[in-house]
């Protein structure tokens, strides 16, 4: 099967498997956001998903996916999935719709003083450590409620939270937990589910999943 038919029978398998865990939660399917996972894909890879009809992505550094899109800007919406350091926020405001991985004080008045300069205000996620491990990013599920609340004294709106869950556990108690700590900060969306648990998140009520592998096929070693 061509390159371009595998990707774009892979996205279509996705889209069916939320479609059907979304109707199995009572949700409709199209509250749901497919967010393509393009790190460290090569290019013949990204062009075939975009070709399928792909437009919203994840990309987890600020220069591998300036390199990658900044000559494909258009008509898309990219977020950054992964670590911010303070020292890339101009930048990454400058390039990202949606930043998910807001974890901290220093990070958030970072972001607030580029907003302030006038910078472009991207929407922005709260990543929480749902699961403490201490290996992942995230600020810790007590701290969540005081950060989320710092963003909004700094003028700043949290659209939602990020969370990934422990791999050797089943993650519907993190999904939830993290749905939880949404319901009481009126927070509308959360970032949660990748490749081997998305349907899972969309029945605790994911409003958008994070889909590599299963998109793409199992990255090259580096």
């Known amino acids: 099967m061509p390159l371009s038919s595998d990707i774009a029978a892979a996205r279509l398998?996705?889209?069916?498997?939320?479609?059907?865990?979304?109707?199995?939660?009572?949700?409709?399917?199209?509250?749901?956001?497919?967010?393509?996972?393009?790190?460290?894909?090569?290019?013949?890879?990204?062009?075939?998903?975009?070709?399928?009809?792909?437009?919203?992505?994840?990309?987890?550094?600020?220069?591998?996916?300036?390199?990658?899109?900044?000559?494909?800007?258009?008509?898309?919406?990219?977020?950054?999935i992964g670590p911010l350091q303070t020292n890339k926020v101009r930048e990454a405001m400058a390039l990202f719709d949606v930043i998910e991985t807001v974890d901290r004080e220093r990070l958030a008045r970072s972001i607030a003083a580029e907003v302030a300069r006038g910078a472009r205000a991207p929407r922005l996620f709260v990543q929480v450590n749902i699961g403490e491990e201490p290996q992942?990013?995230?600020?810790?599920?007590?701290?969540?409620?005081?950060?989320?609340?710092?963003?909004?004294?700094?003028?700043?709106?949290?659209?939602?939270?990020?969370?990934?869950?422990?791999?050797?556990?089943?993650?519907?108690?993190?999904?939830?937990?993290?749905?939880?700590?949404?319901?009481?900060?009126?927070?509308?969306?959360?970032?949660?589910?990748?490749?081997?648990?998305?349907e899972a998140a969309v029945r605790c009520g994911a409003t958008s999943v994070r889909v590599g592998s299963a998109l793409f096929g199992a990255r090259a070693p580096r």
């Open 13 to 80: 398998s996705v889209l069916d498997r939320i479609a059907t865990a979304a109707r199995e939660a009572s949700r409709d399917p199209a509250d749901v956001t497919l967010v393509a996972v393009s790190k460290q894909q090569p290019d013949e890879r990204i062009e075939a998903m975009l070709a399928a009809g792909q437009r919203v992505f994840g990309e987890n550094r600020v220069q591998e996916a300036a390199l990658r899109w900044s000559h494909r800007r258009h008509g898309l919406e990219l977020r950054l």
């Open 136 to 198: 992942k990013a995230g600020v810790s599920p007590a701290a969540a409620d005081a950060l989320i609340n710092l963003c909004r004294n700094l003028d700043l709106t949290v659209e939602g939270l990020m969370c990934i869950p422990p791999d050797d556990a089943p993650p519907e108690p993190y999904f939830n937990a993290l749905s939880a700590i949404a319901g009481r900060n009126g927070v509308p969306r959360l970032s949660m589910g990748m490749s081997g648990d998305y």
